[in-house]
């Protein structure tokens, strides 16, 4: 089993920033064999992946809602993916879900393709 937990949600203006954490653990859990993700689900709309990076961090993926602004990183000694939140806008206000899939040789972007889910922060960005 894997342990996702995210911190760093919160209420911020428009044009601020945030910073998400997302700290893994767990018997199985190893690292460079996980790839890691970043999901985003706002009221009555369906969970959206934002970013995700394969198990070296080599290969990223960005929505395009979010390119230029947005910037996922890991940590694989501390076992830690960043999402880094720049110039929010309203539209970015959601719960934010960071998600482990066994296998990190490619990006993943489908909700499905994931194994473990956090509990999910909630981000609210005011106009």
């Known amino acids: 089993q894997v342990q996702l937990v995210e911190s760093g949600g919160g209420l911020v203006q428009a044009g601020g920033s945030l910073r998400l954490s997302c700290a893994a653990s767990?018997?199985?859990?190893?690292?460079?064999?996980?790839?890691m993700g970043w999901f985003r689900q706002a009221p009555e709309k369906e969970r959206e992946v934002v970013a995700a990076?394969?198990?070296?961090?080599?290969?990223?993926f960005y929505a395009d809602s979010v390119k230029g602004r947005f910037t996922i990183s890991r940590d694989n000694a501390k076992s830690t993916v960043d999402l880094q939140m720049n110039g929010l806008k309203p539209e970015d206000t959601a719960v934010y879900y960071c998600?482990?899939?066994?296998?990190?040789?490619?990006?993943?972007?489908?909700?499905?393709?994931?194994?473990?889910w956090g509990q999910g922060t909630q981000v609210t960005v005011s106009s």
């Open positions: 767990g018997r199985t859990y190893s690292t460079y064999a996980y790839g």
């Open positions: 990076l394969n198990g070296n961090g080599g290969r990223v």
């Open positions: 998600a482990a899939r066994l296998g990190g040789l490619y990006v993943a972007v489908k909700e499905s393709e994931y194994n473990y």
